[in-house]
């Protein structure tokens, strides 16, 4: 079960803010609260309201239930309980819990979709950073072959009934 759940988890929401008070700073954004703009932290992020804007966390962003991100998350791991708009860069992990969505891509090397968790993108694993700067070659680079050369000839499909 993930951190938003009720119940004996591995982890929940009030562990999870004393682990972050111990190893990271943590910041929360309400419920009832809607930043707009761009937030950054070096420990956690997490939103109970609404953001619309980017949010970079060094250590972790959660989404709790309820939660709203309008914009892309690059972290090292991602804990979806609510909705993220946007893509999610996560250095390690992205957990899309029971219920929630992200709608947008998601770069990381581990991911984990919860039965009844939705993933409306793209989803590409390995080190987002590595990802990031291939696809900066790839499309910085100009081809070597700047035409393509057909690979076979094709013919009209024509039939002809047997008499």
């Known amino acids: 079960m993930g951190k938003f759940s009720s119940g004996g988890s591995e982890h929940s929401a009030e562990s999870s803010g004393k682990q972050a008070g111990r190893e990271g700073n943590l910041s929360i954004v309400a419920v009832g609260m809607r930043v707009v703009g761009e937030l950054a932290s070096d420990g956690v992020i997490k939103v109970e309201g609404a953001v619309e804007g980017s949010i970079r966390a060094d250590?972790?962003?959660?989404?709790?239930?309820?939660?709203?991100?309008?914009?892309?998350?690059?972290?090292?791991d991602a804990i979806v309980g609510g909705k993220v708009v946007g893509s999610i860069y996560a250095d390690e992990r992205v957990e899309v819990?029971?219920?929630s969505t992200v709608h947008g891509d998601i770069v990381t090397k581990k991911l984990i979709v919860q039965e009844?968790?939705?993933v409306n993108g793209h989803v590409r694993?390995?080190?987002?950073k590595a990802l990031?700067?291939?696809?900066?070659v790839a499309t910085g680079s100009p081809s070597t072959n700047s035409a393509a050369e057909p690979?076979?000839?094709?013919q009209p499909y024509t039939h002809s009934p047997a008499g």
């Open 97 to 99: 819990q029971q219920g």
């Open 59 to 76: 250590r972790e962003v959660l989404v709790a239930k309820g939660g709203l991100i309008e914009g892309d998350v690059f972290t090292r």
């Open 151 to 154: 690979v076979a000839e094709t």
């Open 132 to 136: 990031e700067q291939g696809a900066a």
């Open 116 to 118: 009844g968790g939705e």
């Open 125 to 128: 694993m390995g080190d987002p």
